[in-house]
């Protein structure tokens, strides 16, 4: 990692108090370098992963003109336009099991869905629309030359990349994959990512519950969120407002780990203590983002053992825990996974259902409700928007995503909207 505040001061309106979101996010990957370690797997376990090599068909795919449909393949020279024509079927081509003689004219052979076209053979004519009369096929006018057949290498080209490095393998990908008699991939190894919860007022789950404490929810969305990004995860627990073992705490982490993700201790009046003691093991600085929630977070490096790992310190609140994480870590970490194929998270517009308080200056990410209403989609918030409110985020099935610039919004007005789930 380059020198973090050699690298953010070169960027255009940079400004650390009141940084807008998009400026933080460029600000990250700017200081971010991917893992490079590959490893070779089993297609299956590639699901996920992110490719490291070309994929590169050997043959074409499909290997052979086939039919797409179940038919009489036919000679379309044969077919009158004006009326029907009567052929003789002699042999069928199953898939797997292609015919071996070839067409002659006013001659059919009976096919299934992949079967090789026989030779001779350029159009299919389905069995809906043909019939058998005294021994003949029939097939009525309106026909059209290669019809229902499948041309060899539609799918795939020899020798033409089918999947370049950097994305992450989709079912689809498997799919091709093993379409091409593929075994096994070079993918990049897993991001390692280890995470912890700091604060003196936090029980672990298990444990009673004393005066003025709340049990450390922030460490389950956390682990949640990140098994679901598909890394490595380390769960160190709870560590305490106490700068020696917050020390111990980021070594360790950092000696073991590419990242490290903790919740709680950035806000104004906590930094102090951890500011001076992050300042001795890395490089980290201190932002306000110009968001809502979300708005302190520490990014940075820290070092260990003669290894490094990005630190995202994000704030303790449970809902800006997990804005944060998917605006800026979530970003971060498939940035030093290697992807390089557009991951970013697709903004759908749709009308507010309802009119939403919003003051311009800061980019709002209320937790919303996206409903069908009659033929169209609409969004409602799922009404208070606390940042200590997690239940707005468990009800919630989108962000509504409220631009820097933007005032209050009417009902009806345009909104954007991130979708919480999609096809993966
Ligand atoms: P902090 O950013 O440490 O000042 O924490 C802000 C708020 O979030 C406080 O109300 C904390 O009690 C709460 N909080 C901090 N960490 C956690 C956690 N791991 N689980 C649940 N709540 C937390
Ligand atoms: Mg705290």
Excluded at 136 to 160: C, F, I, M, S, W
Excluded at 186 to 214: K, Q, Y
Excluded at 283 to 301: D, K, Q, S, Y
Excluded at 376 to 405: D, P, Y
Aim: some cysteine; aromatic content about 6%.
């Amino acid at each position: 990692m380059n020198k973090i505040s050699e690298v953010v001061s070169c960027l255009d309106g940079y400004d650390p108090n009141a940084l807008r979101v998009d400026k933080a996010r460029e600000a990250i990957r700017a200081c971010l370098a991917p893992v490079e370690d590959c490893e070779r797997v089993a297609t299956r376990a590639a699901l996920g992963r992110v490719l490291a090599q070309d994929v590169v068909p050997g043959f074409d795919v499909p290997a052979h003109d086939n039919s797409a449909m179940d038919g009489y393949a036919v000679r379309a020279a044969d077919l009158r336009a004006d009326g029907d024509t009567r052929l003789r079927e002699i042999g069928a081509a199953l898939a797997g099991r292609p015919f071996r003689g070839e067409l002659g004219a006013n001659e059919c052979v009976r096919v299934t869905t992949g079967a090789v076209m026989p030779a001779g053979a350029d159009t299919v004519v389905i069995q809906e629309v043909a019939r058998v009369e005294d021994g003949a096929v029939v097939v009525p006018p309106g026909q059209k030359r290669g019809q229902n057949t499948r041309a060899r290498g539609e799918d795939l080209k020899t020798g033409v990349a089918v999947l370049k490095p950097g994305r992450a393998l989709t079912p689809a990908d498997l799919g091709l994959i093993a379409s091409l008699g593929i075994a096994e991939v070079n993918v990049r190894r897993r991001l390692r990512v280890a995470f912890f919860s700091t604060g003196d007022e936090l029980a672990s789950i298990g444990a009673p519950l004393a005066e003025g404490e709340v049990y450390d929810s922030n460490r389950y969305t956390l682990y949640g969120m990140l098994l679901r990004l598909g890394v490595e995860i380390r769960d160190m627990g709870v560590v305490r407002d106490d700068p020696a073992l917050l020390e111990a705490a980021f070594t360790s982490a950092a000696a073991n780990a590419d990242a490290i993700v903790t919740s709680g201790g950035v806000s104004v009046g906590e930094a102090d203590f951890t500011k001076q003691m992050m300042a001795k093991l890395g490089e980290v600085l201190f932002w306000r983002i110009a968001m809502r929630p979300g708005r302190p977070m520490a990014f940075g490096r820290i070092d260990a053992g003669g290894s490094s790992a990005a630190l995202f310190g994000l704030p303790g609140n449970p809902v800006a825990v997990m804005v944060t994480f998917y605006q800026f870590v979530r970003d971060a970490l498939l940035h030093l996974s290697g992807r390089s194929d557009d991951y970013s998270l697709p903004l759908l517009k749709v009308p507010a259902a309802t009119p939403i308080r919003k003051v311009p200056g800061r980019t709002e990410y209320q937790r919303g409700v996206l409903f069908q209403d009659g033929a169209e989609w609409k969004v409602r918030t799922t009404g208070q928007q606390g940042s200590g409110v997690l239940r707005s985020m468990s009800e919630a099935n989108c962000f509504i995503v409220l631009e820097h610039e933007r005032g209050r919004v009417e009902a009806g007005e345009p909104v954007q909207v991130q979708l919480f789930d999609g096809l993966a």
